[in-house]
């Protein structure tokens, strides 16, 4: 599975973007998606998952209520909608899957997309 982000951009503080994760391949319907995110000389964090038929999602704390998940397995996509943006969400995305249940570990997603960097101005 191939994974690719895209969306990211400048935008002001309690302004709105989305970010896209378009996928190859012909797995990615039974694939549960996450968003991860990696500030400015910070590790890489965990923002949220979605199940793979979305029957399910998880949000960091950080982020509930202001960020949504979804998918449209019938375009092999996943999506980040991320509302309320402060300068804290300033980071580059990733979107990654894997084969198992919803979890905010990293090291357990097998596919990796490069990266869409988000720059939130005050």
């Known amino acids: 599975v191939q994974l690719q982000a895209s969306g990211g951009g400048l935008v002001q503080a309690g302004g709105s973007l989305r970010l896209s994760c378009a996928a190859s391949?012909?797995?990615?319907?039974?694939?549960?998606v996450g968003w991860f995110r990696q500030p400015p000389g910070k590790e890489r964090e965990f923002v949220a998952a979605i199940s793979w038929i979305a029957s399910a999602t998880y949000y960091a704390n950080s982020v509930k209520g202001r960020f949504t998940i979804s998918r449209d397995n019938t375009k092999n996509a996943a999506y980040l909608q991320m509302n309320s943006l402060t300068p804290d969400d300033t980071a580059v995305y990733y979107c990654a899957s894997r084969t198992g249940s919803l979890t905010s570990n990293r090291d357990n997603y097998n596919y990796w997309g490069q990266g869409t960097l988000v720059t939130v101005s005050s």
């Open positions: 391949g012909d797995t990615f319907s039974r694939l549960t």
